[in-house]
């Protein structure tokens, strides 16, 4: 009769299905939602910045050439906003400048750093996401229990408080 019923061992067989993710606990999301939209104002302060020295750059080279590559560094200027979120979200510290000021970082849901290209596809759903919504899909945040946006569940990625701490 014991041989009909199915093991009730549920230790975890190494290789297949962790024991536990890597982000069960709810401090590692606590505040998150508004660290994010503090993060992202200061994030957007710095790529002003930078926009404004390449625009200064883009002035000078388009006297420099006689205006023959204005419409190179204008579709290059277009890049400069990815270029900012994929660097720093695929660099070492995963985390945009405002999000390491919040003390955030950019995970994978199985606990490691994104790549690069991960995070390349990560600001590309952004961007694609709030420019065909207006912005109204970051509100999807509010009703998640993680403070997860769409393009955060499109591309498997967490943001996490980098300490409980802080």
């Not at 750093?113 to 961007?127: E, I, R």
């Not at 509010?142 to 946006?149: A, D, E, K, P």
Request: hydrophobic letters at 50%; a positive charge.
């Amino acid at each position: 009769m014991s041989e009909d019923r199915p093991s009730q061992d549920l230790t975890p067989v190494p290789g297949l299905i962790p024991a536990g993710l890597p982000y069960d606990d709810p401090a590692l999301f606590a505040g998150v939602t508004g660290r994010r939209l503090l993060a992202y104002v200061i994030d957007l302060f710095v790529l002003g910045g930078i926009l404004i020295l390449y625009k200064l750059m883009l002035g000078f080279l388009s006297v420099l050439t006689f205006g023959l590559l204005t419409p190179l560094l204008v579709l290059i200027g277009a890049a400069v906003p990815v270029a900012y979120h994929t660097l720093t979200i695929g660099g070492p510290a995963s985390a945009t400048w405002g999000m390491r000021v919040f003390g955030l970082q950019v995970r994978v849901w199985n606990g490691g750093k994104p790549g690069y290209l991960q995070a390349l596809l990560h600001t590309a759903a952004f961007y694609v996401t709030v420019s065909f919504t207006g912005g109204l899909i970051l509100l999807w945040a509010l009703f998640n229990n993680r403070g997860r946006c769409l393009h955060d569940i499109l591309c498997g990625t967490l943001v996490v408080r980098r300490t409980l701490g802080g």
